[in-house]
């Protein structure tokens, strides 16, 4: 699950991001950054879902 979410964030970066944090100020910047270009988006994006990713697992332990 979270390789697509990381391959959707660089094709599609804000749906990437929606599907991670849902409505929130993260989606808000990714969708701005992605009006100003594909890449900051994508690089936004894969920043966002690994940071959400990285997160979840401290709290596995």
């Given at each position: 699950m979270r390789l697509?979410?990381?391959l959707l964030g660089i094709v599609l970066p804000p749906l990437g991001v929606f599907l991670t944090e849902g409505v929130s100020s993260a989606l808000i910047i990714n969708v701005l950054l992605t009006i100003f270009g594909w890449l900051p988006g994508s690089i936004h994006a894969v920043w966002v879902i690994t940071k959400?990713?990285?997160r979840?697992?401290?709290g596995a332990y």
């Open positions: 697509l979410r990381i959400h990713a990285e979840a697992d401290e």
